[in-house]
């Protein structure tokens, strides 16, 4: 799995923009219950954010528009051939990441997926 972070989160209005960080840390341990390999990647400034045994976390390489959507299509480009998940609802990424042969889940059904992990 290769997860937009803030995609993820962003697709709940549930306050999230008044802590982003503790929804990034929510996200996180969400993941680590896939009990599958997952990689995140946030917006932002980068802080400590331990995923554990199964969830990498990485920040975006630099700031501004499409930073992180830019970072996961480059991870996306490197894994090609590989059997790789990108979890995202933003079209222009979803459509990058298709060219790498990539997988793409909603993050509306991916969020549905994380509930039922509960």
Do not use: Y
């Amino acid at each position: 799995w290769l997860v937009d972070g803030m995609n993820v989160i962003g697709s709940r209005p549930t306050g999230w923009w008044r802590d982003r960080p503790r929804a990034m840390r929510e996200l996180v341990e969400e993941l680590g219950r896939l009990g599958e390999p997952v990689t995140v990647v946030f917006d932002g400034r980068p802080f400590e954010l331990d995923g554990g045994e199964n969830v990498e976390v990485l920040f975006a390489s630099r700031r501004g528009r499409n930073a992180a959507d830019d970072d996961i299509a480059l991870i996306a480009a490197a894994e090609a051939g590989e059997e790789l998940r990108v979890v995202t609802s933003d079209a222009a990424l979803a459509e990058r990441v298709r060219r790498s042969s990539a997988e793409v889940v909603g993050a509306g059904a991916f969020r549905k997926r994380l509930d039922g992990l509960r």
